[in-house]
Each structure stands twice: as structure tokens, then as C-alpha cells.
């Protein structure tokens, strides 16, 4: 019962943090802190506080690296809007006195980009060509994240976890560094298969564009997942030994929207095949998520689909990861 009220007071000390700016839609800056990276997160909409348990709690919730048995690896590939590319990384591993450690990181390549200026428009000198603007030079803008975590198991049940992180966004003419922090908690109920998280993530201070400071997409996720079916004894309605459902539902708390309720669904085949969904209320272009996943041994594949609505295109996800235990 100690432990539960722990969990309680550490929810409600983070609710105000998040709580101040929900009408201030649109208005925070470094906005690709928010894309999620791991393709099996993404197929269940974001619905993953308290069901990550591989080094995808470096992104998720750092108090979930306590999960890995030993050691754990995973790489993204993100084929997102306008033919921008993020590619990451996390590296998970948990010791024996000295709690779990990580090491992650994103970085959001943009591509080239034809710089145009006034000056350069008109017609060439025989007037039999014109050029719109370009001045024959190019840029590459890009976006990094890259950092620490540590989670600590206080007890059987409950643990806990932090993440610092270096940001930067360079737009060539003009760029910003910062540094944020990430929080969690994750709490085994020890009724059947019910766990209980939260994680606070990008927790920094504001980031100046030239003359005018904004703030950077801070979220809380508080989450709970269980199998509703599964092993005896670790289900809520029905036992399986081949087959396992596991939901998961997940509050989002964002700085600049509205509070978001999200669901999700994964079902097993012995552990090797798995099929997703998700689906997102009040999620503006974003609704429902598919996936699918496969493993093999020590070694995961995992894919996901995620429509933005009529206007933009579908963003893709694909995810490798490996686990030595």
C-alpha cells in the first residue's frame, strides 16, 4: 500500500507541470521530440507507458529499462512527412546491484534544400531562360537528440527512472541547443498482469528563435496495461497457453493540445507473431494505427502504419531489435 501511495503522489506532482498551456495549440517548438521512434509503439497509437520492456524505455519511460533481463538493443527507421527521414537508437542494460542503464538517440535528416533568393530571380542575358530564385547553393538542415537514462527497481513492484538528453534543431541560418529530462515510474500491482506507469518527458526550460522564446513539447503519459487473455494465472478473462491479448490504454497530457486518450491491442501466437492496432481520441489528423510484429529467438522485426488523415501521407515505421538474455 506504501508503494501505491508513492505511485499516486508521484502522478499528481507531475499533473500541474503540464497543466498550464493546453490552449496553446501549436505554439511549442522542437516538435520532432514528439514523433514517436519505436515501430511497435506506434502501430498501438502511443499507448506504451506501462507496456514497454525493452530499451525503448529510453524514449518511453526510463523506469521500464528495469525490465531487461540483461541486455537489449533496437534500431528505427521513420520514413516521415515531406521526405524526411529519422533514423534512432537505444541500448538498454540492467545490472545486478546497480539498477538499469541506457544510452539512446534520433536524428531527423531533412535533406537537401535549394536555397532561392530574390536577388537571383530573372531571365538570363539572351532572355531564353529564367530562374525562379536559385542561387546554386544547397543546405542540409537536420535534428538530433541524444542521452542517458538510468531506472532503479525500489522494490519487487515499483521503480523508477530519469533520462537527460541534448537537443538540437539546426536550420543552418540559425540553430539552438538545449537540454531536457525525461521521468517515469512504473508500478506492478501484483494483481494478475496489471502494471501502472507514468513518465513526464521533455522537461526543459524554453528555447530562443532569434528574438522570441518558446517552449519545447513537454507530455505526461499515465498508462496501465494487463493481458486480458494468456497464461493461467496472468489474465484477466480467459487462459491460453499458444495465444495472448495484451491492452494497454494510455492518458497524454500535452503542453499545446488537448488532453488524448488513446488504446491499444496486441495479440500474440506463441510469442512469435504478433498483430497490432491503436487507436487515438481527439488526436487532431491522427486516429487509428496497425502493425505487426515477428520474433525469432533474441531478435524482433517490428513494422507500422500510421494515417495522418486526407491531407498528409501515411508515415511508416520499421523497428529491428535484439535482447541477450
Not at 535549394?114 to 530573372?122: F, I, L, Q, W
Not at 497457453?241 to 491499444?264: A, C, K, P
Request: aromatic share 14%; glycine share 8%; hydrophobic share 40%.
Amino acid at each position: 500500500m506504501n508503494t501505491m501511495k508513492k505511485l499516486l503522489l508521484m502522478i499528481f506532482i507531475c499533473l500541474p507541470v503540464s497543466l498550464s498551456a493546453f490552449e496553446k495549440t501549436g505554439t511549442t517548438s522542437l516538435q520532432f521530440l514528439s514523433v514517436r521512434p519505436s515501430a511497435r509503439a506506434a502501430s498501438l497509437s502511443g499507448a506504451y507507458t506501462a507496456a514497454v520492456d525493452n530499451s525503448d524505455a529510453c524514449f518511453w519511460n526510463p523506469a521500464a529499462l528495469t525490465k531487461i533481463s540483461d541486455q537489449d538493443a533496437s534500431v528505427s527507421f521513420i520514413d516521415y512527412f515531406l521526405d524526411v527521414k529519422m533514423y534512432s537508437f537505444s541500448y538498454g542494460m540492467t545490472t545486478t546491484h546497480y539498477g538499469s542503464f541506457g544510452v539512446f538517440g534520433l536524428y531527423s535528416d531533412i535533406g537537401e534544400i535549394e536555397v532561392t533568393t530574390v536577388g537571383a530571380r530573372g531571365f538570363s542575358s539572351d532572355k531564353s531562360s529564367y530562374n525562379p530564385g536559385l542561387t546554386g547553393e544547397v543546405i542540409r538542415p537536420f535534428q538530433m537528440v541524444g542521452g542517458l537514462s538510468y531506472g532503479l527497481e525500489l522494490t519487487k513492484a515499483f521503480s523508477f527512472g530519469l533520462s537527460a538528453k541534448y537537443v538540437e534543431e539546426n536550420l543552418v541560418y540559425y540553430k539552438v541547443r538545449t537540454v531536457a529530462f525525461d521521468g517515469g515510474i512504473h508500478f506492478k500491482t501484483g494483481y494478475r498482469s496489471i502494471e501502472i506507469a507514468a513518465a513526464i518527458k521533455n522537461f526543459g526550460s524554453d528555447v530562443k528563435f532569434i528574438e522570441n522564446k518558446y517552449p519545447i513539447p513537454q507530455t505526461l503519459n499515465i498508462g496501465v496495461s494487463a493481458f486480458v487473455l494468456g497464461a493461467a494465472g496472468n489474465n484477466l478473462f480467459m487462459d491460453s497457453e499458444d495465444n495472448s491479448v495484451l491492452f494497454e490504454y494510455d492518458i497524454t497530457q500535452l503542453r499545446d493540445f488537448d488532453q488524448q486518450h488513446v488504446l491499444g491491442l496486441e495479440y500474440s501466437f506463441k510469442n512469435m507473431v504478433q498483430l497490432r492496432a491503436g487507436y487515438k481520441f481527439n488526436g487532431d489528423q491522427e486516429t487509428y494505427s496497425l502493425g505487426c510484429g515477428v520474433k525469432y529467438q533474441n531478435l524482433r522485426f517490428d513494422y507500422s502504419y500510421n494515417p495522418f488523415g486526407d491531407y498528409l501521407p501515411a508515415v511508416h515505421r520499421v523497428s529491428v531489435g535484439f535482447a541477450i538474455q
